[in-house]
């Protein structure tokens, strides 16, 4: 007798047991009675009858993703890969919909972005893919709205994740890509060079200008000084010539001097035994003195040439006059 009180005890206490049941937040449970459907309980701790009742399914009311990879080609017939996410969920209104009429979900959602997919992508070239992904999204859940929502389900959003064509394509498209950046670099590095080049060439320019005008300075102010120095010498008793050889013969001493204070000067061989002063001194006094003399002679020769040119003029005039005579007496 106490055996079988305890067994009794014991099947109530489970019947009692089983006779509650709970459901967490964003969950809903269908409770069916000897097979069919009798009601939709929501979170929080809820009763059912034991043994007539029971828990057919959980139906879960979150937001869920699902990531479908669909490979398609392109209108350029370039096989890519694309990853497709869709976001969707059921609606807590139509969860009997959502179970009762459809099975399998997630079967049902990869079959729709399948042939949305494949329906768009075809029409477009792969750089277009890649422009206009959203495009391809957002075909994806109007296509995916219609169809879902007699099931219970909405669609929150679509992403194309990602766009992977074939690794021989991918390998093209960065050399492309490194080509034409190559191509950027050197249009700028031959600016760069043409403006250097160019500064450059202004700087010479400009370079050879000053050295120019400093050369022409110097000379000047050599001359000047030249000047001076043969009127120095003229007050002292010596004449123009004689001066000029000894400031010529000066300035090749001091040429030389500066070429052996240079120890990186090249080798120059000059004149520069004692006797080679005064060799070149008296060579440019000779030199002044003939010049003299032929400025003379050119002078002399002008000026007995003048005189028979004047002594020829009345010589043509005469036989012009006495023809003008004849012409009148006939």
Excluded: W
């Amino acid at each position: 007798m106490g055996i079988t009180l305890i067994i009794i005890l014991f099947i109530a206490l489970f019947i009692l047991l089983s006779s509650f049941f709970t459901v967490k937040q964003q969950t809903a449970v269908i409770i069916e009675r000897f097979g069919r459907f009798h009601s939709i309980r929501q979170s929080g701790l809820q009763l059912k009858i034991p043994i007539i009742d029971r828990i057919a399914g959980r139906m879960n009311l979150k937001i869920q993703q699902l990531d479908v990879i669909i490979e398609t080609k392109t209108k350029d017939n370039v096989f890519v890969k694309l990853k497709v996410s869709v976001q969707f969920m059921v609606v807590r209104e139509t969860v009997y919909d959502a179970f009762y009429k459809l099975e399998y979900a997630h079967d049902q959602i990869t079959s729709y972005v399948f042939d949305v997919v494949r329906a768009e992508v075809p029409k477009m070239k792969l750089d277009d893919v890649f422009e206009r992904k959203d495009d391809i999204a957002i075909a994806v859940k109007r296509e995916l709205n219609e169809a879902m929502t007699t099931y219970g389900y909405t669609i929150i959003n679509t992403l194309v994740t990602d766009i992977d064509p074939d690794i021989q394509v991918k390998n093209a498209m960065n050399r492309i890509n490194a080509a034409d950046r190559e191509k950027t670099v050197a249009e700028f590095e031959a600016e760069a060079s043409r403006i250097r080049i160019v500064a450059k060439a202004k700087a010479e320019a400009e370079s050879k200008r000053l050295q120019g005008q400093g050369i022409a300075d110097q000379r000047r102010e050599i001359a000047r000084g030249l000047v001076e120095s043969v009127d120095v010498l003229n007050r002292v008793g010596i004449n123009s010539q004689e001066a000029s050889a000894l400031i010529v013969v000066t300035q090749h001493y001091d040429t030389l001097q500066a070429i052996g204070a240079d120890s990186n000067s090249n080798l120059i061989l000059l004149p520069n035994s004692p006797q080679a002063g005064s060799e070149m001194l008296n060579n440019m006094v000779a030199s002044f003195s003939a010049s003299n003399q032929v400025g003379e002679m050119m002078k002399k020769g002008n000026k007995k040439k003048k005189k028979e040119e004047d002594f020829e003029i009345p010589r043509f005039i005469e036989p012009q006059v006495e023809e003008d005579e004849n012409e009148k007496e006939d």
